[in-house]
């Protein structure tokens, strides 16, 4: 049965007043029934998704988590571990306690999204304001245009690979710059239909994905006689100390990993059927899926000391040398599906909401995704992955310390300072109960900036190193306790209760 939610009656910007009933709630799902089509904060795309729109059930949303899980990054992993002395099982476990871990503000912040159909650039605006949500916004935007550029020019490596086989003899000049672009433009069209095609695109690729990593491990583990010597391989740790010295950092690297879809997880969720699908979708999917594609790399890795003489970890270096030039063609297919499905749902999404919402009447999805694929070239991701160390230690660790200090602040402003209650009205409103002080809201900056801070002491002062190491978990929780401290002592009472939705 649908009950019509009653808001404060008050003026939105340019004097309006406001609707007496804004929203309509169905079986614990928000509907905003009030027009803000010319509110200067809207546009079809950040629009709060319709509450017969949204038909993402469990499956839905584990193959969407099956479709980002399984790429190349994932396959090589593992590979940074057991090169800083981690044995297989000690990678495997840190990979798989990191993601456990991320899961949880997963959902927390995805329960939000499913509540009020909203993407993650119009949260934010509760805890920040209409306009300071820019800030969080754009600071997830860049990470995941890095990862943009990182996932493409994978990608593009794998169709260069395939295009080798197809034809012999090509080599043209600056080949493999031609494959980088014409994967980038495959990304870039994809993403310009919208996040229906995307849905559709994930769930007939996950089963596909899944059975052709279990395809490449059968054939190692054939072709070697076993799984070869690198899962025989013991920690070279000596001591449990030094495991620790390693384990911190990494497990923190593996929580960065996904840390960027802990935010912007609302992007997918606005579409969920409710939240218990929303939650088994994502348990089912990301641990599961992440620890199993890993393990399929460390494994397949292993058995190719045994069949080539040498430790191949990049997948596609691997497949090129397949004797079988048409089982070689299918698995390096496999592969840039694998890349695509990661990089539409994990890269593009996020970002082209992002910057959706730095200028809504102007900018929308499509625009949104194009400025997310130059920004990605721009940051050549070619110089991120040409060490694993910098890689894992350098860009997971660092951008982990900024992306877990706006999900404290995320996570202490809707479910402590809120109670899990916002006006989707004023969300989408200058003016309203979100407005601040000129948009912004102050308090959440300071304890943005306050995470940060502490996070990242350790990077320069030494003997505070410990504190970078961990710097999702220290950034999110210094955001998280300012928020409250803050929220406490304000004396305007935003966040209380006129946000507060009363049906």
Same mark, same amino acid.
């Given at each position: 049965m649908a009950i019509p939610s009653q808001q404060n009656r008050g003026a939105a910007a340019g004097g309006a007043a406001r609707p007496a009933v804004t929203t309509r709630v169905e079986n614990g799902l928000h509907e905003l029934t009030a027009d803000v089509s010319g509110s200067p904060l809207y546009n079809k795309d950040l629009a709060? &998704?319709?509450?017969?729109?949204?038909?993402?059930?469990?499956?839905?949303? $584990?193959?969407?988590? %099956? +479709?980002?899980? #399984?790429?190349?990054?994932?396959?090589?992993?593992?590979?940074?571990?057991?090169?800083?002395?981690?044995?297989?099982?000690?990678?495997?476990?840190?990979?798989?306690?990191?993601?456990?871990?991320v899961l949880v503000p997963m959902?927390?912040?995805?329960?939000?999204? &499913?509540?009020?159909?909203?993407?993650?650039?119009?949260?934010?605006?509760? $805890?920040?304001?209409? %306009? +300071?949500?820019? #800030?969080p916004a754009l600071m997830r935007a860049l990470v995941a245009c890095g990862w943009f550029g990182i996932q493409t020019w994978i990608g593009g490596k794998a169709c260069h690979e395939m295009l080798k086989i197809i034809?012999?003899?090509?080599?043209?000049?600056?080949?493999?710059?031609?494959?980088?672009?014409?994967?980038?433009?495959?990304n870039i069209?994809?993403?310009?239909?919208?996040?229906?095609?995307?849905? #559709?695109?994930?769930?007939?690729?996950?089963?596909?994905?899944?059975?052709?990593?279990?395809?490449?491990?059968?054939?190692?583990?054939?072709?070697?006689?076993g799984l070869g010597p690198i899962l025989s391989q013991p920690s070279k740790f000596a001591t449990t100390g030094e495991f620790i010295k390693v384990f911190i950092p990494s497990l923190t690297a593996m929580v960065g990993y996904w840390a960027t879809l802990a935010l912007n997880i609302p992007d997918f969720t606005r579409f969920a059927k409710g939240q218990r699908e929303q939650m088994l979708g994502q348990a089912l999917g990301l641990p599961t899926t992440m620890t199993l594609y890993a393990f399929i790399g460390v494994a397949v890795t292993s058995a190719t000391v045994v069949i080539f003489g040498e430790a191949i970890w990049d997948p596609v270096v691997l497949l090129g040398r397949f004797a079988n030039p048409l089982v070689a063609l299918v698995a390096l297919v496999s592969l840039a599906i694998a890349t695509l499905t990661t990089n539409i749902a994990a890269n593009v999404v996020s970002p082209a909401n992002d910057f959706a919402n730095l200028w809504p009447r102007k900018i929308n999805f499509a625009r949104g995704s194009i400025i997310t694929g130059v920004i990605g070239v721009l940051m050549m991701p070619w110089k991120l992955l040409e060490d694993f160390g910098a890689y894992i230690?350098?860009?997971?660790?660092?951008?982990?310390?900024?992306?877990?200090?706006?999900?404290?602040?995320?996570?202490?402003?809707?479910y402590i300072v809120r109670r899990r209650n916002l006006s989707l009205y004023d969300l989408y409103v200058r003016g309203g109960i979100y407005e601040y002080r000129g948009g912004v809201n102050p308090r959440a900056l300071v304890a943005l900036a306050s995470g940060i801070?502490?996070?990242?002491?350790?990077?320069?002062?030494?003997?505070?190193?410990?504190?970078?190491?961990?710097?999702?978990?220290?950034?999110?929780?210094?955001?998280?306790?300012?928020?409250?401290?803050?929220?406490?002592?304000?004396?305007?009472?935003?966040g209380a209760s006129p946000d507060r939705v009363t049906a």
């Open positions: 709060p &998704t319709g509450i017969h729109h949204r038909t993402w059930g469990t499956y839905n949303i $584990a193959s969407l988590w %099956i +479709g980002m899980s #399984v790429c190349i990054p994932t396959y090589m992993l593992a590979s940074g571990l057991i090169s800083g002395g981690m044995s297989w099982g000690q990678a495997l476990f840190t990979i798989f306690l990191g993601n456990a871990i959902v927390l912040n995805a329960h939000a999204g &499913t509540k009020y159909g909203v993407p993650f650039p119009v949260l934010a605006r509760a $805890a920040f304001g209409t %306009i +300071g949500s820019n #800030v034809v012999p003899a090509w080599e043209p000049p600056g080949a493999e710059w031609i494959a980088f672009f014409a994967f980038w433009l495959l069209v994809i993403c310009v239909k919208g996040p229906e095609s995307i849905k #559709v695109f994930e769930a007939l690729s996950a089963p596909f994905l899944i059975v052709v990593g279990l395809g490449l491990l059968w054939w190692a583990i054939d072709s070697a006689g230690f350098g860009w997971l660790i660092g951008y982990s310390g900024f992306l877990g200090t706006i999900a404290g602040v995320l996570i202490a402003d809707y801070l502490v996070a990242f002491v350790g990077l320069v002062f030494r003997p505070l190193r410990f504190l970078y190491d961990y710097a999702w978990f220290v950034g999110f929780l210094v955001a998280f306790v300012m928020t409250l401290v803050l929220a406490k002592r304000a004396s305007d009472g935003a």
